[in-house]
């Protein structure tokens, strides 16, 4: 059974940085997509960026040039690093992987004060 387990949420200040990590475990599947989806309160889930297996990235238009994702193929490891946080990117963030179906982690609190 697959399981996604996200680490390095946590509170910051405006401007400063913070590094997601997310783990898969219980498989050997190499996924075809990896990645980062966040839900603010009163907001529905949305998308912060993804990469396929070949290192394509995708990211949301309010954190290009601000966030960076990376994966370890070998390791079925996946990584946001956030700088320039400003308070709108706080939410809940979730680990992402799709193979034939879907994979979400538990998520992670990333609150950024002003």
């Known amino acids: 059974q697959v399981q996604l387990v996200e680490s390095g949420g946590g509170l910051v200040q405006a401007g400063g940085s913070l590094r997601l990590s997310c783990a898969a475990s219980?498989?050997?599947?190499?996924?075809?997509?990896m990645g980062w989806y966040r839900q603010a309160p009163g907001n529905q889930r949305e998308m912060v960026a993804v990469i396929d297996r070949g290192g394509i990235t995708d990211y949301a238009e309010s954190v290009k040039g601000r966030f960076t994702i990376s994966r370890d193929n070998a390791k079925n490891t996946v990584f946001l690093q956030m700088n320039s946080l400003k308070p709108e990117d706080t939410a809940v963030y979730y680990c992402y992987a799709a193979m034939s179906r879907q994979y979400w982690g538990q998520g992670t609190q990333v609150t950024v004060s002003s």
């Open positions: 219980g498989s050997t599947i190499r996924f075809n997509y």
